[in-house]
């Protein structure tokens, strides 16, 4: 590999190189970039002399990265946010005029809780801002450091010290069933309950989750009948067999008329949790960036109270 100047670099380079690296398209790559397609391919060509390395091959119909190209990523990821931040005017923000896009990585649960009333004040006060969810990836933190999103809202253990966190909402575990299920009938002991077949969310796939915690605290566990990805399926699941779930107070609650679901009195107390929002620290003092976390947290402080949400009934 040959070297060259920092002088002789274009930085526009780099940021193509980020917008390749993660479409691993060159149409794709040019629509982000908002460049022709000949213009990013002459960048993609720019750049493979100036690293001395394919940095992305062709792969069937799409391009894969080098092992060279593939260890730029996190590093190009995190310069061109800083290059961003320094080279972003210190003027005092105006909401009404900001152009931007949010990346927020989340799950349904908590876009059912927030997006309309979300989507309702940004009309109002930044219509021009776009907000773009994305599945909440198993390792945010990861992502945040290189960029990929601004904000993961979920449930979060202590974040590391590089992360800032802010909490949104709590929310407490219902159990809810079809109208006429069996369980509705007569005394629900807990190993009753244990073994009837419920429903688990497993966003990210994994095997258990607090209520399962908490039956193994009592050494007990439940029968697992199905699983699946999101929250908004498991309800409607529920309403047409003998299933039950366990699911957010908020999600949930308001679908029991809708879905014809009732709501469980369990042998146990269900679980509770808060909902919060984490994000990179080197954007604590963005300007754009500490607004859109002030509109956020506006949104959720908005929200009904969880014990007003848990005198909802069926």
Do not use: C
């Not at 960048?43 to 894969?64: I, P, S």
């Amino acid at each position: 590999m040959h070297y060259m100047q920092l002088s002789g670099i274009d930085a526009n380079l780099l940021v193509a190189l980020h917008a390749l690296l993660q479409e691993r398209s060159v149409v794709r790559a040019a629509r982000r970039l908002a460049l022709s397609p000949s213009a990013t391919s002459h960048a993609l060509a720019r750049l493979r002399d100036v690293f001395g390395d394919a940095l992305l091959v062709r792969a069937g119909r799409q391009l894969v990265p080098t092992a060279r190209g593939e260890a730029l990523l996190v590093p190009v990821g995190r310069l061109i946010a800083e290059m961003e931040g320094i080279l972003r005017p210190a003027a005092p923000l105006e909401p009404a005029k900001l152009r931007r896009a949010f990346r927020v990585a989340t799950t349904d649960h908590v876009q059912f809780v927030l997006l309309r009333r979300l989507d309702a004040l940004l009309r109002r006060e930044a219509p021009q801002v776009d907000l773009y969810f994305v599945p909440l990836p198993l390792k945010s933190a990861d992502a945040l450091r290189e960029g990929s999103m601004e904000l993961a809202i979920g449930v979060f253990d202590e974040p590391a010290p590089d992360l800032g966190r802010l909490a949104l909402f709590d929310d407490q575990l219902v159990s809810v069933v079809r109208t006429r299920h069996r369980a509705l009938r007569g005394a629900l002991t807990l190993r009753r309950f244990a073994e009837l077949e419920h429903v688990l969310v497993a966003p990210n796939g994994t095997p258990s989750g607090l209520l399962d915690k908490q039956l193994a605290a009592l050494g007990l566990g439940r029968r697992v009948a199905r699983t699946v990805p999101t929250f908004l399926d498991a309800p409607f699941l529920v309403a047409h067999s003998d299933l039950i779930v366990s699911l957010p107070a908020r999600l949930v609650l308001p679908l029991l008329k809708l879905l014809r679901l009732r709501s469980l009195r369990t042998p146990l107390p269900l679980p509770g949790f808060t909902i919060s929002a984490i994000w990179h620290r080197r954007q604590d003092e963005d300007p754009e960036h500490v607004w859109f976390r002030s509109v956020v947290a506006r949104v959720a402080q908005d929200l009904e109270p969880l014990r007003q949400v848990l005198h909802t009934t069926a």
